[in-house]
């Protein structure tokens, strides 16, 4: 099966080099972005002024390959890939949420971003708590790493 996506704008951040850009938007508060969203898409923008945060799907375009076992930034022992939240992935996709400020034509003002300059933007979802979140839930070896997720930032383990 072959599958074909094509960006649908570009995230905008002030971080251009892996080294020291946040690993989780709880690391990155305040941290002002864009998304240049590509003019033909601006019809689909509508109403989403009316969320104040969003989820970006984005591809790890500066990502070559994949381990199955990796180290993790916010850890010290190898974990398998698919427990961690890695940037070199069989496909490798990101997720984060974002905090949304504004729309001005093609362009969404946000903060919280933990991405690097110029990834390409694959898609675009309203944060909805009550159905986004989940009960009951076991976050497995993070749990005693969360201190960790406001502060940690990336390094050169994952070029």
Known sequence: MDIRLSPIGTIRTPF?????????PSASHGTPGCIELNEDLIPGLADLDGFS?????????RSNGYDLEVTPFMDTRPRGLFSTRAPKRPNPIGLSVVKLLRVEGAVL???NV????????L?????VPQLDQAPEVRIGWMADKLELATVA???ERFK
């Open 16 to 24: 251009s080099e892996r080294q020291g850009t946040p690993v989780q």
């Open 53 to 61: 945060h969003l989820i970006l799907i984005y591809h790890f375009d």
């Open 109 to 111: 003002h946000i903060e």
């Open 114 to 121: 933990d991405v690097l300059d110029g990834t390409p933007l």
């Open 123 to 127: 898609d675009i979802k309203p944060y």
């Open 153 to 155: 930032t990336a390094d």
